[in-house]
Structures are given as structure tokens and as C-alpha cells.
């Protein structure tokens, strides 16, 4: 199975901070990465595909980059409604995979 | 509008087999590319992908579960099905069905899903 190591555990940013969360594979997924915004008590919300094309609705202040192995999930400019847990996701083989998760407060 | 609604026992003790529905709309599993999953969260934790069912009725299964999942789906194709046997309290989770695509022919990601169905093994 192709494991997904995500880092910051945790992370607090003020508003309108820029915020970094990191994905790396253990192996390479040739930019199948998505990443996924989960809030309290719903359902993951897919963000980025193909390791940097926004999903349709998602705000342009999200970005994703990478290659390889190493993946990135930018947000520009920190909203609070950009609380909850992030995760990426593998998509180039099966089983599919998911990171430990990432969790966004505000300061 | 696609919408899929996950539906279960809630609550079942050690050892039985667990049952879940998936029931969607806006979409057909008959169509050519279509693929549906499960994927399991217990609280506070990550997601684990458990197996999906494609529009050609192929089936793929985390390995690490193979040997107690079983998945299908109707033959209206709007509702996919999860059997767990043997289950127990690690088996405690959210279980969510979720739309899968086959993205780009390069990677297959999670479009849609369900508002998952909370699931506990007690005694």
C-alpha cells in the first residue's frame, strides 16, 4: 500500500495568515493527490484533484502544488470558515489512501 | 444534484455481520466510468477506504479487510451495499459511501458523499 505522511499534526494561523500543510508519499503518485476539508460532524469536502486542480465551488484562495512524492495544500489568506481537518488523499492506486489528517484553528 | 445517503443498524454487538446501504441519486451506477466506495472514520481519526463497485460490477477491496467485506450493488443501480462480517469494536466508525471518479485517467478521487452513518460494535 502507498502510505501518506501529512504534516503539521496541528496548526493555528491568524486571519489572513498564509497556511502550508505538507503530504509526502511513499512512493511516486505521479500527481494523483487530492485533499479534502473536513468541519465538525460532516462529511470530507474535496478541495484540489490531480494534485492542483480546484474543485468546481472551492475558493481560489486554495491551491494545491507537487510532484513525486512531496505535495503541498496552500491557503492564501486565512478564513474562519477554513477551520476543521484537512487530509490528502492518493489516487493512483488501489487501496486508496488517506493522511493522518491535519488540524486548522484560528489564532 | 448528486445525493447519497448511507443507512445502517447504528448499533450491533461482536461477532455479527454488519449491514450497510448506500442509496444515491443524480447519477447511475450503470454508466460507463461510474464507481462508488466506502470509506470508514472512527471518531477522531482518518479515513480508511474499504471498497468500491464500479458501473461494469467490478469490485476492488482494501486488502487489509478482503476477507470480510463483501460489496454489490442493486440491479436499478441506485444503491450499493457493504457487508462486514465478524465484526468487532475496532469496526466502531462513521461510514460514508462516496462517488468516485476516475480523474484525468490519472487519479481517482472522492466528488460526493454521503453524511455517513455512525456505527458501533458493543456488547
Known amino acids: 500500500d502507498i502510505q501518506m505522511t501529512q504534516s503539521p499534526a496541528s496548526l493555528s494561523a491568524s486571519l489572513g495568515e498564509t497556511v502550508t500543510i505538507q503530504c509526502r508519499a511513499s512512493?511516486?503518485?505521479?500527481?494523483?493527490l487530492a485533499w479534502y476539508q473536513q468541519k465538525p460532524g460532516k462529511s470530507p469536502q474535496l478541495l484540489i484533484y490531480?494534485?492542483?486542480s480546484l474543485q468546481d465551488g472551492v475558493p481560489s484562495r486554495f491551491s494545491g502544488s507537487g510532484s513525486g512524492t512531496q505535495y503541498s495544500l496552500k491557503i492564501s489568506s486565512m478564513q474562519t470558515e477554513d477551520e476543521g481537518v484537512y487530509f490528502c488523499q492518493q489516487g493512483l492506486k488501489y487501496p486508496l489512501t488517506f493522511g493522518s489528517g491535519t488540524k486548522l484553528e484560528i489564532k | 444534484q448528486v445525493t447519497l445517503k448511507e443507512s445502517g443498524p447504528g448499533m450491533l454487538q461482536p461477532s455479527k455481520t454488519l449491514s450497510l446501504t448506500c442509496s444515491f441519486s443524480?447519477?447511475?451506477?450503470?454508466?460507463?466510468?461510474?464507481?462508488v466506495s466506502w470509506i470508514r472514520q472512527p471518531s477522531g481519526k482518518s479515513l480508511e477506504w474499504l471498497a468500491a463497485?464500479?458501473?461494469?460490477?467490478?469490485?476492488y477491496y482494501n486488502p487489509s479487510l478482503k476477507s470480510r467485506l463483501t460489496v454489490s450493488k442493486d440491479t436499478s443501480n441506485t444503491q450499493v451495499f457493504l457487508k462486514i462480517t465478524s465484526v468487532d469494536i475496532a469496526d466502531t466508525a462513521t461510514y460514508y459511501c462516496?462517488?468516485?471518479?476516475?480523474?484525468?485517467?490519472?487519479?481517482?478521487?472522492?466528488?460526493?458523499w454521503g453524511q455517513g452513518v455512525m456505527v458501533t460494535v458493543s456488547s
Open positions: 512512493e511516486d503518485i505521479y500527481s494523483g
Open positions: 490531480g494534485a492542483s
Open positions: 462516496a462517488r468516485t471518479r476516475d480523474t484525468m485517467g490519472i487519479t481517482t478521487d472522492f466528488d460526493y
Open positions: 443524480g447519477f447511475s451506477l450503470s454508466t460507463s466510468g461510474m464507481v
Open positions: 463497485i464500479d458501473w461494469d460490477g467490478d469490485k
